[in-house]
């Protein structure tokens, strides 16, 4: 396993591959979920690339860019021992000039995480947008956990034309069903704790929905119900455009939740 | 020669080609200052495509899309005659769906033509990374008459990692210096020839400064005199990044001009 720093380490590595790339971009505190991105990647492809980049332009002011956990040396252990062949792992400045070209989440995606977090899509289609064109991967791994961008990176790849292949990958739990996040180390023990009741609302609307329930109202409201002594940011039920629907329609329903623990925000999500 | 008018033509031809590929993006009436790139692109690749599409993103409203002329099929006698390989020459449908991830200029380029056509570059950056990453060119030709945009498309591939050279070419004019633009067909016979003001202004600029003049707004009150009896938007001086100078500075400077007859704009500029 190699890791480079530069431009021109990747570029010059990158020119002499000739067979299949996977690609995992990530912003390193690797745990379990990135783990079973990478080794998906491993398993479809010749050459494996994880990048390692805490993207500052996705980032809005306040949030916890300086507090976010680097892990520098245990992510290189993971890596290596998930047989990757390169990381990517550039400085800010090698990433980023002062004025730059930007890119722009579709006017239409200023809801849910676009809505509370407003401009933070576009530095994160900003960082891949970039990252894709220096790994010109043939097939790139994302968590279906940022369920929204998900989706955008997926536009974005139809919109711009790029000939790489979106995979997506299920959510990885903790044993209790806690969604694995490079955030959960900002919860307190009693937060931890608390924090099963995310899954597990959502592992209760998958039950109604199983026994035929269609109606979006009733399975939002039995969500709140099992979280309610947390403080929730939102429930909703939306369609794979991330349109919310009233009516559940099988195959094309995401259920998305948000929940605050102090500062820290916890997503999860349930694909039908 | 041959016209490919769906992206699956396009990708399916491109997936096939190993040699370098030369790539001229145009909105079609081609003139001479359009034969000199593809001639260009002719001599250094193995392959040229060129582009024929009038891109609606980068009209504002009020402008002249609809009035714009299409000459499609001279435009592909003058391509077979320059032994263009594939002209890609797409519909609205095929290059643009409804909300899209977009591309925003640089927050710096409000200026010049991008205070006059606020979004205008936005609109063209976005239609020429749609080419590129469908094209995939090694080298792609652009005149230097649209200065600005040649900058920023020039940025956008440092900002994005593009691997593809882009190459200046050199203004192409008429017999008496008017700078060939496929808008010179809306000048009525008394405003063409008014218009040959504009190159002789540059024209006398480029004598003062041959002569010494380093300061710039001596020599743009030059342009001012010699083109007083048009309506000139504006006469700029600025280095490689649009920045405005005061001292002119050889090798890195460039004079601008733009001047108005009803609601043609014509630019001209001069590079030291």
């Known amino acids: 396993m190699e890791v480079l720093k530069t431009l021109e380490d990747l570029q010059n590595i990158r020119k002499n591959i000739k067979g ?4 995992v971009p990530t912003m390193g505190a690797l745990h379990n979920g990135h783990i079973s991105l990478i080794k998906k990647a491993r398993e479809e492809n010749d ?7 805490v993207n500052p332009t996705q980032f809005l002011p306040g949030e916890d860019l300086d507090a976010y956990p680097r892990k520098d040396e245990a992510d290189k252990k993971i890596c290596s021992m998930c047989k990757v062949d390169y990381i990517f792992m550039p400085e800010i400045s090698t990433m980023y000039t002062k004025e730059e070209v930007l890119v722009k989440a579709p ?5 849910l995480e676009g809505k509370t977090r407003p401009g933070h899509f576009d530095g994160v289609l900003q960082v891949v947008l970039k990252l894709f064109n220096l790994v010109q991967p043939t097939n790139a791994y994302f ?7 998900l989706s955008l990176i997926q536009q974005m790849v139809r919109n711009f034309f ?8 299920e959510i990885v739990r903790e044993e209790d069903g806690l969604a694995m996040s490079s955030r959960n180390v900002y919860l307190s023990a009693q937060q931890r704790s608390d924090a099963v009741l995310i899954s597990k609302s959502l592992y209760m609307a998958g039950n109604l929905i199983s026994k035929g329930e269609r109606n979006s109202q009733v399975v939002k409201n039995k969500i709140y119900d099992v979280m309610s002594p947390l ?7 939306v369609d794979r455009n991330f349109n919310e629907i009233e009516t559940i329609e099988p195959k094309n329903t995401i259920i998305l939740v948000v929940a605050r623990f102090g500062n820290t925000r916890l997503l999860d999500n349930f694909w039908l």
Chains 1, 2 share one sequence.
């Open 20 to 23: 299949s790339v996977g690609f």
């Open 47 to 53: 050459i494996v690339i994880v990048s390692i980049f």
């Open 107 to 111: 006017n239409n995606s200023y809801v």
């Open 143 to 149: 968590g279906k956990k940022d369920a929204q961008q």
């Open 162 to 169: 790029l000939p790489i292949n979106i995979i997506p990958c």
């Open 231 to 237: 403080d929730v940011e939102y429930v909703a039920v």
